[in-house]
């Protein structure tokens, strides 16, 4: 299974853009890229997955080069809000290839200062 | 909606007791997860289950045992509850592996 770095924690103000990145040196070619955001007492919630390029919904945005060794969460114009855990996972559906176990690992914690 | 749910969200047991920590999803999903939360060390799988009586051990699965009879329903099972299994755990379940998680609000579990 890839293992995930990320950094630790990371501070930012509201209204700017803050990109977290998340490194996956020896991720597998059926391996998928998924994000989730961790609110203090609550459970993890999916933001989002992508496989190569660029992926957008209405939340972030999703960033990953052609060596796909490495993802970027990218959160526009953060709030106050946006204050929780980021984890990035690594992996693929057993069926496609991958492996069964998803890690969380220990996430990013961002904190948006007024 | 999917909806997760979790038998209780504060609990106090004893060391030594036998403990059960139930979990129910209304979607329909075949995977289910078990995963314990702990300061600084992130979330750690302990179970999941891709069918109905199936079961797989994640990275921590000692001191526990699951039971999936349905497919809406995943326990987990502390055997004899030890002080060190004092923890936040949480339940998942998903359609496939790796497409979206959805969590139920999670069980704090203090073992005195």
């Known amino acids: 299974l890839a293992k995930t770095t990320q950094p630790i924690s990371m501070d930012s103000y509201e209204g700017q853009e803050v990109n977290i990145t998340c490194s996956h040196n020896n991720i597998a070619t059926n391996d998928y890229i998924t994000w989730y955001q961790q609110f203090p007492s609550q459970g993890p919630r999916f933001i989002i997955q992508?496989?190569?390029t660029k992926v957008t919904n209405e939340v972030a945005s999703l960033f990953i080069p052609a060596d796909r060794k490495s993802s970027t969460l990218s959160l526009p114009r953060v709030s106050l809000s946006d204050t929780a855990v980021y984890y990035c996972?690594?992996?693929?559906?057993?069926?496609?290839?991958?492996?069964?176990?998803?890690?969380f690992g220990r996430g990013t914690s961002l904190i948006v200062h007024p | 909606d999917v909806k997760v749910t979790q038998s209780s969200r504060y609990l106090v047991k004893r060391t030594g007791e036998k403990v059960f920590l139930e979990c129910v999803q209304d979607m329909d999903h075949e995977n289910m997860f078990w995963y314990r939360q702990d300061p600084g060390l992130g979330l750690r799988l302990i179970y999941f289950?891709?069918?109905?009586?199936?079961?797989e051990k994640g990275d921590i699965p000692e001191g526990y045992s699951v039971s999936r009879e349905k497919k809406e329903r995943f326990s987990l099972i502390l055997e004899s509850a030890s002080t060190n299994q004092t923890s936040m755990y949480l339940c998942?379940?998903?359609?496939?592996?790796?497409?979206?998680?959805?969590f139920g609000p999670g069980t704090r579990l203090t073992v005195t």
């Open positions: 992508g496989y190569k």
């Open positions: 996972l690594v992996g693929a559906p057993p069926l496609s290839g991958g492996s069964y176990i998803p890690t």
């Open positions: 289950s891709y069918d109905v009586k199936m079961k």
């Open positions: 998942a379940s998903t359609v496939g592996q790796y497409y979206e998680q959805y």
